[in-house]
């Protein structure tokens, strides 16, 4: 299979996008079409595209959730990238702050998961389509994020209970991203809303203790939920995860990297097309 994407419709698509400039999460969701009906536009866009594509084609829309901000992302801006990566990534905290294993959402990356669950709600009246298949990351900061946007059961949430499922998938490598044990988060995240992948380990397989796992094994990871992803009928799907894991994704469908802030949200429309034997 290969993948691309179809950058016509919103702002980040722009290859001289600046992502602090666009924002977390910018009117819309960035869609350029800032119509009344511009929701319906875009899903008969779609629509027109799956039903025109000749065979062994599909299109998919992706909205890529990044968690809310993470002790271990305080922890960056703290000690700095180059410092973070050779040493601080490595170990669970210093005197000040606790970033591992497993760093969770900082006050701040609570509000910005609250913000990115508003940002839905103010776009549902003008028809903007709800996924219908949720993923997620199983760190803590990811699920937190996804819980706070999509999984309260307020009278006034995001969906409607019977549609509050996600489905958790491996990630790895820094301790801030040695994920906790399984039953640890079957305790904290329980069924039937949260539905771990099947085989999913008691212990984090993909953890190296002294290696940051390399962007190609990130891309063939990306590649590997896509394939999941397209597997599913379903055509508009959430995946909340991490900046470098959605750059994986990007990589694969041919864009380049794109520094999505804590909190943010980056639609693309993915194709795939099937390569024949």
């Not at 992803?229 to 894991?245: L, N």
Request: glycine share 8%.
């Amino acid at each position: 299979m290969s993948y691309s994407t179809v950058p016509i419709f919103f702002a980040q698509d722009d290859p001289n996008a600046d992502p602090s400039t666009i924002g977390a999460l910018p009117p819309r969701f960035g869609l350029l079409d800032d119509s009344e009906d511009r929701w319906k536009t875009f899903q008969s866009a779609i629509g027109c595209l799956n039903a025109e594509a000749p065979g062994g084609v599909s299109y998919k829309v992706c909205f890529l959730g990044r968690h809310g901000e993470g002790w271990h992302n305080v922890a960056e801006a703290k000690y700095g990238t180059e410092a973070w990566d050779a040493y601080w990534s490595k170990l669970d905290g210093d005197s000040e702050i606790t970033w591992g294993p497993d760093a969770l959402l900082t006050p701040l990356g609570e509000t910005q998961a609250l913000q990115a669950r508003e940002a839905w709600k103010s776009e549902i009246p003008k028809g903007i389509p709800v996924p219908a298949k949720f993923y997620s990351s199983p760190l803590r900061r990811a699920l937190d994020t996804w819980k706070e946007t999509f999984g309260l059961r307020s009278n006034d949430a995001v969906l409607d209970k019977s549609k509050r499922t996600v489905l958790i998938l491996e990630y790895g490598v820094h301790t801030c991203d040695r994920r906790s044990t399984l039953s640890s988060l079957v305790t904290i995240y329980p069924p039937p809303t949260y539905v771990f992948e099947e085989g999913f380990a008691e212990e984090d397989p993909l953890w190296q203790k002294d290696e940051r796992e390399p962007k190609p094994h990130i891309a063939e990871r990306a590649r590997a939920v896509l394939e999941v992803i397209f597997r599913e009928p379903d055509i508009y799907i959430s995946i909340t995860a991490h900046s470098g894991f959605f750059n994986g994704v990007l990589a694969v469908i041919g864009r380049s990297d794109y520094a999505l802030p804590t909190g943010g949200v980056l639609p693309v429309v993915v194709k795939r097309t099937a390569i024949p034997n």
